[in-house]
């Protein structure tokens, strides 16, 4: 059984920063793309970054030089490094594994963490 426990959400002022951490098990992790979405009230999930097999990284347009996500396979664990944060990124951030090893189409992220809350104050 796959298990994701995300961690590290809270409350920042906008201009701060912060790092989620997602551990995983079940999984040979190594093989699996591990991406993070979010979601913020009444909006529907988008996806904000993931980081392939090879840990080549691919980025949300609205996200793009300021969150960075990384991955450690010998612990399970991919990061997500936001940094200059600001009110519209106010979400619940949720990590996903891929079916794939690249993760490069959204519907190959069929496993999902229970969330982590991120609010930022203006």
Known sequence: QVQLVESGGGL????GSLRLSCVASGLT????????FRQ?????????????????TYYA????????????????????????????????????AAVTITGRELRDYQTWGQGTQVTVSS
Do not use: I
């Open 61 to 96: 347009d609205s996200v793009k030089g300021r969150f960075a996500t990384s991955r450690d396979n010998a612990k399970n664990t991919v990061t997500l490094q936001m940094n200059n944060l600001n009110p519209d990124d106010t979400a619940v951030y949720y990590c996903s």
């Open 12 to 15: 920042v002022q906008a201009g």
């Open 29 to 36: 992790f190594s093989r699996h793309a591990m991406g993070w």
């Open 40 to 56: 913020a009230p009444g909006k529907e999930r988008e996806f904000v970054a993931a980081v392939d097999y090879s840990d080549r």
